[in-house]
């Protein structure tokens, strides 16, 4: 997620743009996500989601099925594939990066008719290797999904130095041995394999 180009997600406010809390476009209750999360202000002046109860490693959140095709990345979109983006009109747009995620964003990439098969573009599950807790905070490796972010922003996920990786631009910009450490979906593994010659992961 990020960006510089036209936002297409109605009602969505750019926390950049506006000091102090921004009371979030969507209701959760939409596609039932309030039955997993909740909203929260956090300290770092972000809205974020949170889990409402504890959940193992490597469940099933949810899928992405409220969704809208986008032209290019936005600072608010998701990437699908190497060529397409989605804009989320839900909850799950407040979403934020970390650089030790809670959850993993597995993407579907359209057909060439840029149809999503089934009406779903994504699945949320908690990452692999721990567990999400009740009232933990909902985060990913937004590189894991955007290759190039167009709006980069400083991290404040707060992991800390030597693992932060301090500025959020996309996958492109990370080295191997960073990326390796995360859940990348194919798109991204694929770019980076291009970017280092067909000798990426
Ligand atoms: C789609 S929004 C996520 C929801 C956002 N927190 C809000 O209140 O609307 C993506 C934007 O949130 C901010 N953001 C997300 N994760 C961040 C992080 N770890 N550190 C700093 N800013 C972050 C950045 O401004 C980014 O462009």
Not at 123 to 143: H, I, K, N, Q, S
């Amino acid at each position: 997620m990020s960006g510089l180009g036209t936002n297409e997600n109605p009602g969505l406010i750019d926390p950049t743009t506006i000091s102090g809390p921004i009371p979030p476009a969507f209701p959760l209750t939409a596609g039932n996500l309030d039955k997993v999360m909740k909203y929260r202000y956090n300290s770092s002046g972000q809205n974020s989601v949170i889990a409402r109860e504890r959940l193992p490693r490597g469940s099933h959140i949810c899928f992405i099925d409220t969704f809208t095709p986008t032209p290019e990345s936005t600072w608010s979109s998701i990437q699908t594939s190497k060529t397409s983006h989605i804009e989320v009109p839900s909850g799950l747009v407040y979403i934020n990066h970390s650089c030790s995620p809670s959850i993993d964003i597995e993407v579907y990439p359209p057909n060439t008719d840029g149809i999503y098969p089934n009406g779903i573009c994504g699945e949320l599950r908690v990452v692999a290797d721990r567990d999400l807790e009740a009232g933990e905070e909902l985060t990913f490796f937004y590189p894991s999904t955007e290759y190039i972010s167009p709006r980069p922003f400083d991290c404040l996920c707060g992991t800390g130095d030597g693992f932060c990786i301090g500025r959020q631009e996309g996958a492109h910009f990370l080295e191997v041995a960073v990326l390796g450490r995360y859940f990348l979906n194919r798109h991204i593994k694929e770019l980076i394999a291009e970017r280092d010659g067909g000798h990426g992961q």
